[in-house]
């Protein structure tokens, strides 16, 4: 089992391009989230799905879209990348149920300049 | 309001010590969880510890426990005989039952711990 896998690993782009951060998970899981980490902050959630072709907004969600096509792959687009989106970006995705622990991917760094 | 609050943004301690991580929450659900995270600095997340709302027992996992209080509304991680291999940041996070949560971690700031030999 591969987990929860990231790609790309590491990005950097021009203000006002676009790219797409692709989350893939081999669990079967049914819940998937993105969330963006900048220091002091913790992890904020951006946006979550609970099931395919089913998507909602988290905690910091403009600036951003998803899609959620496949049940095991959850997308993170960014239209047109603004300095202040340069972060870490975490995917994670669980199966249903409270005590069931979040599975995070390795990150994606992300520098917009 | 903060749901999640780490106190702590730094804490130091001696290898072999044991070590309290402090994290208190608010929730108004009656049905919630929590969970520990640690994030070395290679970055990936690593879960350690959960505890449920409803669970009698302080959970336990090896050298990690989690010294929860509910009345307190606290849920506090102890690493018993730290190692070097524990220096990292900590993050609580909680995960609350209610209609609309899905499943949501809502975390704190987090901790850097830090073991000096």
Same mark, same amino acid.
């Given at each position: @089992? ?25 669990? @079967? ?15 904020? /959630? ?18 951003? @879209? ?9 997308? /993170? ?22 005590? @069931? ?13 | ?23 208190? $929450? ?8 929590? =969970?520990? $995270? ?15 709302? $409803? ?8 050298? $990690?426990?989690?010294? =929860? ?10 690493? %018993? ?19 609309? %949560? ?16």
């Amino acid at each position: @089992n591969a987990g929860v896998t990231q790609t790309p690993k590491f990005r950097v782009l021009k203000t006002g391009q676009s790219m797409t951060l692709l989350c893939a998970q081999d669990m @079967n899981h049914e819940y998937m989230y993105w969330y963006r980490q900048d220091p002091g902050m913790g992890l904020r /959630l951006i946006h979550y799905s609970v099931g395919e072709g089913t998507t909602a907004k988290g905690e910091v969600p403009d600036g951003y @879209n998803v899609s959620r096509l496949k049940k095991q792959n959850f997308l /993170l687009g960014l239209e047109s990348a603004a300095p202040s989106q340069t972060s870490v970006y975490f995917c994670a995705s669980s199966p249903r149920g409270l005590a @069931n622990e979040q599975f995070f991917g390795p990150g994606t760094r992300l520098t917009v300049l | 309001a903060q749901k999640i609050t780490q106190t702590q943004p730094g804490m130091f301690v001696q290898e072999k010590e044991a070590v309290t991580l402090d994290c208190t $929450y608010d929730t108004s659900d009656q049905s919630y969880g929590l =969970f520990w $995270y640690k994030q070395p600095s290679s970055g990936e997340m690593i879960f350690l510890i959960y505890q449920g709302s $409803y669970d009698e027992q302080n959970a336990t996992e090896g050298r $990690y426990s989690l010294n =929860f209080q509910k009345a307190r509304k606290s849920a506090n991680l102890v690493i %018993s005989a730290s190692q070097l291999g524990d220096s990292a940041m900590y993050f609580c996070a909680m995960r609350e039952a209610g209609g609309t %949560s899905y499943g949501k971690l809502t975390f704190g700031q987090g901790t850097i711990l830090t073991v000096h030999p």
